[in-house]
């Protein structure tokens, strides 16, 4: 099973976008800015008839709406929204909503604010919502039409912790439950079957970039399919945590990281706002039990400085780079 997320960012950066008082769980925030025809994972068309408190609210927090990602053309009127405000008067053409700031790309985590748009001002620079009220969604945010952006709500529970859905899945209070052989508030304890040994780790990459694209694999390629644990030297990964800028389980993750997806295979990441220069995750190396040399580890990364050391049992880390090629993991080291 693979598993994708969009990732949002957890502290308080400029391009903060949720806020959560542990400093120890990871959070998708409730509502999010998107192309409308696109697909985002755990989140569908937000309909502006319902829950206007929920919407009001989390928008006012941050004055905006992150971002999912979207691309868009310099034309103001692509950046417009799935909604007509109805505040016009009879004959008059409609007014509009657009995202402020509209660029041709506008990345994940990205805040973005809305602005009203009047006809007679159509193509003329706009205010900046920094807060709504219920009465001003109630008023503009009717009359749904075919705009190249919407809003969209997550289907996630609010309490629902993101690490859980790399071996669990949320239920409606928020709780983990948890696929066959793990365990843990959020899955993250795993009891290997008969046959095979799970090895603690810990992944650490020296990134030489502030924005790149970082990653590890077994295999030749950086593909879906792994070789069976029953061929001699192969090996699998099993991550319990999402990219961070703080080594451990539990740790917050990468504020900046997005795209992570992560099998069994190994996983791939970007990275656009690293304000130091290591990000970790944790997880086991999965062998079968006369395995004690893995075959063909690759690392991804952007820059050809950047690394990557990996600490299985506690024991010294190994390093690699993208220049080695298919190098080798030591179980016994």
Request: charged letters at 10%; proline letters at 8%; glycine letters at 8%.
């Amino acid at each position: 099973m693979s598993y994708y997320f969009p990732l949002f960012p957890l502290v308080a950066l400029v391009l903060l976008v949720v806020s959560f008082p542990s400093g120890e769980s990871f959070y998708q925030p409730a509502f999010a800015i998107g192309a409308t025809q696109a697909t985002y994972p755990n989140y569908v068309l937000y309909d502006y008839r319902k829950d206007l408190p929920a919407f009001v609210g989390a928008y006012n927090a941050y004055g905006g709406l992150p971002s999912l990602g979207f691309d868009v053309s310099t034309s103001s009127r692509s950046c417009l929204l799935d909604v007509t405000p109805s505040s016009v008067s009879p004959g008059e053409p409609p007014a509009a909503v657009r995202s402020c700031n509209c660029a041709q790309a506008v990345a994940v985590n990205e805040l973005v604010p809305l602005q009203m748009l009047l006809p007679s001002f159509f193509d003329q620079p706009a205010p900046c919502a920094g807060h709504f009220t219920a009465s001003d969604v109630q008023q503009f945010f009717l009359n749904v039409t075919a705009g190249p952006l919407a809003v969209y709500r997550s289907t996630l529970p609010s309490n629902c912790d993101l690490t859980c859905l790399l071996h669990g899945t949320c239920a409606p209070d928020g709780s983990c439950h948890c696929d066959p052989n793990w365990s843990g508030a959020t899955c993250s304890r795993f009891q290997p079957p008969a046959g095979l040994t799970a090895h603690p780790m810990t992944l650490q990459w020296a990134a030489a970039g502030s924005s790149e694209e970082l990653g590890v694999w077994f295999g030749p390629t950086t593909s879906y399919h792994c070789a069976s644990l029953q061929e001699k030297g192969t090996c699998q990964f099993q991550f319990t945590s999402l990219p961070s800028e703080q080594p451990g389980f539990g740790a917050s993750p990468l504020a900046g990281s997005t795209d992570v997806l992560t099998n069994q295979c190994g996983t791939t990441f970007t990275v656009d706002q690293l304000s130091g220069s290591s990000v970790y995750m944790s997880g086991y190396v999965v062998a079968n039990t006369t395995t004690s040399l893995c075959t063909c580890l690759q690392v991804v990364a952007t820059h050809s400085a950047s690394y990557l050391l990996i600490s299985v049992d506690g024991n010294q880390p190994q390093k690699y780079s993208q220049q080695g090629g298919c190098g080798l993991l030591d179980l016994s080291a």
